[in-house]
């Protein structure tokens, strides 16, 4: 058996979610820092990251499958993301939160089957995780608008 799936704590279904989405984020920065691709990227952090202890403290293990989709979809479909997050702004500096945005805008577009609030409160999440200043407001602000125009018209 795996030891990583042997180490890491038993966890719901919500969690090892919200795990996969903070992973993601994680692997999407890693992948714009060092010019990487998913291909590589992800195999990586299946072996050497998800689920390890963190400081000594154990891990939710997270779920495989969204990561890999939000990994590799973010890179299959950046430039539309990209436009539909940024369209007439200059994209944020900080490369982790575009990495946030990127992730949280390609589930929202490709998730439809998850309710927008739970994916954009787990980004919010992610984003009260890193950040202290008002970075989980603009996320929060940008994730509704991408929201709104991407699933608007279906949950009118």
């Known amino acids: 058996m795996d030891t990583q799936l042997e180490k890491a704590p038993r966890s719901s279904r919500k969690a090892r979610l919200s795990a996969a989405r903070l992973a993601a984020v994680q ?24 689920g390890q202890p963190v400081e000594g403290a154990p891990m939710v293990l997270p779920d495989h499958e969204l990561f890999e989709s939000i990994v590799s979809g973010v890179e299959t479909a950046r430039a539309d993301l990209e436009d539909r997050l940024f369209r007439d702004k200059a994209p944020p500096a900080e490369a982790l939160l575009r990495a946030l945005l990127l992730c949280g805008a390609y589930e929202l577009l490709m998730h439809r089957e998850t309710d927008a609030p739970i994916i ?32 608007g018209h279906e949950e009118s």
Do not use: C, W
Request: aromatic residues 8%; proline residues 2%.
């Open 120 to 151: 954009i409160s787990d980004y919010l999440h992610v984003a009260h995780a890193f950040f202290d200043q008002g970075e989980a407001r603009l996320v929060n602000g940008i994730l509704d608008r991408v929201n709104r125009d991407i699933r």
């Open 27 to 50: 692997a999407v920065y890693q992948m714009t820092a060092n010019e990487q691709a998913a291909v590589d990227v992800i195999p990586e952090f299946k072996l050497r990251r998800l």
